[in-house]
């Protein structure tokens, strides 16, 4: 049966103020059980905001029905709870706990899109009275396992594990699952962990539709190549954004179907996605090319290759991510860069700490958690951004790569 506060408020034979036991030990005469059984309902809710009805408190507490009941009248007359609906009840205090839930994150790398995440990440979980312990995996397979054996080392309640190799997301996944540990795993899937991340499909979709449009109105669609920049070692999901652009540019573009595609291997930062591009357009002449990138790295790099070789009027391209450099390249007059899928790492932090917290505190939460993606334009990228610094003269391009990988 389902206790709420609308059961009756009947007298009970316990008397409050009695001496008894209480959480396993005996209490002192100088002690008011009544404030002891009001922490212990305190005690049931585990974080700020947390909502129970009636019968979770008492399966927290082991209290009896009716004095947990008036108790939680007195703390909502108290201010310490509130009533949410009829017969669940919110906390208004915080935790407490003896300690607030620890919380891994182990990093991607050091790039901008994952010093956003970061610094989000950091404010949520002050925010939710988190302790968040946080290792940088460095873009590097064996220092994600070994950041596995600290953050296990360390008895963390939970892992956010942010990193780009899905070869050894199985490997992982194993240690954590070993240790009792659940696993929010950001971007690149992880057996058994929840997922939250891009839906890249949708998200590659929403860049090949716009490269599409673009090419039907400014070259009528005469296209003579399609250039895609891939990244293979993060495995199949990310390959649906390549996936999802060929079909969103087919759907705009239909003659895209018989034009020649071109795949390069888009790893690593952008000097060397550079020279990947740079040798391919001393192999083969620069013509009417369309450029699908997995990342906004590989879109710059691109964007950089075909101006030096003094072909930047021959080439289009879409990027992913929306990173500060990239939003900075749209606003340049006469950028070749048609536009960036936005995926808001600014804003990770603020649904991954209050999922964690879901999560370990047993409530229902969904298995797959995709983010918001946006095209950003040179048209729109003020209005999306209007608090991006800016530049009164372009700063030279090298000083402005520096900080992109």
């Not at 795993?185 to 991340?197: L, V």
Request: glycine fraction near 8%.
């Amino acid at each position: 049966m389902i206790l709420d506060d609308t059961t009756p408020d009947t007298p009970s034979d316990e008397t409050l103020d009695s001496p008894t036991v209480l959480s396993g030990r005996r209490s002192d005469r100088n002690e008011s059980q009544t404030v002891l059984r009001a922490c212990e309902v305190l005690k049931a809710f585990q974080s700020l905001g947390e909502e129970l009805n009636l019968a979770q408190v008492i399966e927290r507490t082991q209290l009896p029905k009716t004095t947990v009941f008036r108790l939680l009248r007195t703390l909502i007359h108290g201010g310490l709870l509130e009533r949410a609906t009829s017969g669940i009840y919110r906390n208004r205090f915080g935790p407490v706990t003896a300690r607030p839930f620890r919380i891994g994150f182990a990093a991607q790398g050091d790039s901008e899109f994952c010093r956003a995440v970061m610094q989000n990440m950091e404010t949520a979980a002050a925010r939710e009275h988190v302790q968040l312990i946080t290792l940088n995996n460095r873009y590097s397979a064996r220092e994600a396992l070994r950041n596995a054996d600290i953050l296990i080392k360390e008895r963390v309640d939970l892992v956010l594990e942010f990193q780009t190799y899905e070869r050894v997301a199985p490997a992982l996944a194993s240690k954590f699952l070993e240790a009792n540990i659940p696993v929010i795993a950001i971007e690149i899937p992880h057996p058994g962990a929840t997922y939250f991340g891009a839906n890249n499909y949708k998200a590659g979709l929403i860049g090949g539709r716009a490269l599409g449009r673009w090419a039907r109105e400014h070259w009528d669609g005469n296209v003579d190549q399609i250039l895609l920049l891939e990244l293979p070692i993060a495995g199949s999901l990310l390959e649906l954004r390549i996936t999802g652009f060929a079909d969103g540019l087919r759907a705009e573009l239909p003659s895209a179907a018989s034009v020649p595609v071109v795949h390069l291997n888009g790893r690593g930062d952008f000097e060397q996605v550079l020279e990947i591009v740079r040798q391919y357009l001393r192999r083969a002449p620069a013509r009417r090319t369309l450029i699908g990138t997995v990342n906004d790295v590989c879109a710059l790099a691109a964007l950089r290759a075909f101006e030096e070789a003094g072909a930047s009027e021959r080439c289009a391209v879409v990027g992913q991510n929306a990173i500060r450099e990239t939003r900075n390249e749209l606003r340049r007059p006469g950028t070749r860069l048609v536009g960036t899928v936005a995926y808001f790492p600014e804003r990770y932090g603020d649904e991954i700490i209050p999922l964690a917290i879901g999560m370990l505190q047993k409530k229902s939460v969904a298995s797959t958690v995709f983010v918001k993606h946006q095209l950003i334009t040179p048209r729109n990228v003020d209005l999306i951004y209007p608090l991006d610094e800016r530049h009164d003269s372009r700063m030279g391009i090298a000083q402005q790569l520096a900080r992109v990988g």
